[in-house]
């Protein structure tokens, strides 16, 4: 099933685009910061300035998601 369907699975893309931007931030922080203004760029960077501010509740967020996946996935395969 696709993302767009699946509630869980957007949710799920959604916290992998904000970590991952924001972990792309802290390695490249000049290159994001000078492309904030574009309209896929922008998006990464507003995604990192997510990451960086709600950092505490992003990484519960992806514990609980993280929990969550894998008791669907194990009632999938018993």
């Not at 699946?6 to 904000?18: E, K, R, Y």
């Not at 507003?46 to 929990?67: D, F, H, Q, T």
Request: with cysteine; net charge positive; proline share 3%.
């Amino acid at each position: 099933m696709s993302a767009l369907f699946n509630f869980q699975s957007a949710l799920l893309v959604l916290l992998l685009l904000i970590c991952t931007s924001a972990y792309f931030h802290q390695l490249f922080p000049g290159f994001m910061d000078r492309n904030k203004d574009g309209a896929v760029t922008g998006l990464f960077w507003k995604c990192a300035r997510i990451g960086e501010r709600l950092s505490p509740y992003i990484s519960v967020c992806c514990v609980i998601m993280a929990v969550g996946v894998l008791q669907f996935y194990d009632s999938r395969i018993c």
